[in-house]
């Protein structure tokens, strides 16, 4: 019973405070929106592209491009939101059991780490072996295009 009071009252008081209108935002708290917006930090070395190597921000919301230092943003965001959009984890490693290919696409690495859809990203790529090169490949342009 005292819970339906206390409640009763806090809703009470937010209608008058949020307008003729009923409930509205309280004066001077922020809105909150539904999710945060996708914000990564990606980190190349060994690219052999002085420009490609550093570490970059990039945050993507729905309701811009692509924000960020990433010098590719909106084409990157572009890209996670096609992945966002078919289920898939472009983050996810190389399943153990794959079979791949022995090729060396060069030393380039990338750490990804951040959120993304609401879940923690931590993940490395490398260009060792056919399946990484892919794995890598399938991210540009997140990661930068390198030989």
């Known amino acids: ?16 405070l949020g307008g003729a209108g009923g409930l509205g935002p309280l004066p001077g708290l922020p809105l909150l929106s539904p999710s945060a917006p996708d914000a990564l930090t990606v980190t190349i070395t060994k ?23 990433h010098p590719a943003a909106e084409r990157a965001c572009a890209r996670l939101d096609g992945y966002a959009k078919a289920g898939e984890d472009p983050f996810a490693p190389v399943a153990e059991d794959r079979l791949c ?10 750490h990804i780490t951040g959120q993304w859809q609401g879940r923690t990203v931590d993940a490395r790529f ?12 399938n991210l540009e342009p997140v990661l930068p295009h390198v030989r």
């Open 126 to 137: 490398s260009r060792a072996g056919g399946c990484e090169i892919e794995r890598w490949t």
């Open 47 to 69: 690219s052999g592209h002085r420009a490609a190597d550093g570490s970059f921000t990039l945050e993507c919301d729905g309701d811009r491009a692509g924000g960020g230092n």
């Open 1 to 16: 019973m005292l819970r339906r009071l206390v409640i009763a009252s806090l809703v009470t008081t937010a209608a008058g």
């Open 101 to 110: 290919s022995l090729q060396h696409g060069g030393p380039a690495l990338a």
